[in-house]
């Protein structure tokens, strides 16, 4: 087999079947958000000095997804896939969904493989986090594994990264225990949302590129921090207008459900804005939202150029 197309939402995920496919041999990476197709079955097709295989990786292949693509791009891929380099193989990865009415992919499909993962329930990644952990020789219950899941943004990845972290404060294989993983699980991700959330309606641009740039360590989906400015904002509109309409601050607390040093710190926040202000930072991340799920718009690009445009 020469070509692979792996679609998974878990980097992890996805190396691991690269590492079957490569068998630990070493590979060369493309990144299809910086190279080209063409750039691709350029080195695909070049022959090497020696008999041995050469592997070539391409990551973010989401032209095999929703992306709209050239007629060139998809007769270059199909024309390959027809009379491939048989000493190469090529294994595209993509984290979104592939559409199987393309071209290309129903091409891939008939001569080559296609790895891809179904959306897993909660109890299948019970069970997937649970074997990871027992192949490291530790043990751990279905309750504590349900607080890393319900603590981890839905992210399968960043699941892997709490559970690592959870058996390098142990050191040594044994059993693990739920008030440690409590200690442990989420606090520097929530603390880094918090200071993104303030660095961002603070104005402070510098100190948000810096802390979303953290986040993005932890593959943290900038849909989730889009919802949360989008909350925030909500709140110091809410509070504003609630101070405006001479609501004290029990009545005002009863009615968002807050703590009376939440709503100090909304309305300290808000003062800064006047309330168009605040509507239009609104609308600007709910017509974010609405182009992210139709498919228009790159969702870490979108984020990033509110931040450009609100931190002013």
Not at 108 to 133: F, H, R
Not at 211 to 230: G, M, P
Request: neutral net charge; hydrophobic residues 35%; proline residues 1%.
């Amino acid at each position: 087999m020469n070509i692979y197309l792996i679609s998974n939402e878990s980097y992890r995920l996805i190396n691991k079947e690269i590492k079957k496919i490569t068998k630990d041999n070493k590979y060369e990476t493309f990144n299809l958000n910086k190279s080209s197709i063409k750039e691709v079955l350029e080195e695909a097709s070049y022959f090497s000095l020696d008999d041995n295989k050469k592997y070539l990786v391409v990551t973010n292949a989401d032209i095999f997804g929703s992306d709209k693509l050239d007629d060139s791009i998809t007769d270059s891929l199909i024309k390959y896939f027809n009379n491939p380099n048989e000493n190469t193989v090529i294994i595209f990865t993509t984290q979104k969904p592939i559409d199987s009415r393309k071209k290309i992919v129903k091409e891939l499909k008939s001569k080559y493989k296609v790895i891809t993962t179904p959306k897993m329930d909660k109890k299948t990644i019970n069970s997937l986090l649970t074997n990871y952990v027992k192949e490291n020789d530790f043990t751990i219950d279905w309750e504590t594994v349900n607080y890393i899941i319900n603590n981890s943004y839905n992210n399968l990845d960043i699941m892997f990264n709490e559970i690592d972290k959870i058996m390098l404060y142990y050191n040594f294989p044994c059993r693990i225990k739920y008030q440690d993983v409590v200690s442990i699980v989420g606090t520097e991700l929530d603390n880094n949302n918090f200071h993104f959330v303030e660095a961002v309606v603070s104005k402070k641009l510098d100190v948000a590129l810096k802390t979303l740039n953290s986040l993005k360590v932890y593959k943290v989906d900038a849909t989730v921090l889009t919802i949360l400015l989008a909350r925030e904002y909500r709140l110091m509109y809410y509070v504003k207008k609630m101070y405006q309409n001479k609501s004290s601050l029990s009545d005002i607390c009863e009615y968002l459900n807050l703590a009376d040093w939440q709503v100090n710190k909304l309305y300290n926040n808000g003062v800064h804005y006047s309330e168009n202000e605040l509507l239009k930072n609104l609308v600007d991340l709910c017509n974010i939202d609405m182009n992210i799920k139709k498919g228009l718009w790159d969702k870490d690009t979108a984020l990033y150029g509110f931040l450009l445009d609100a931190c002013v």
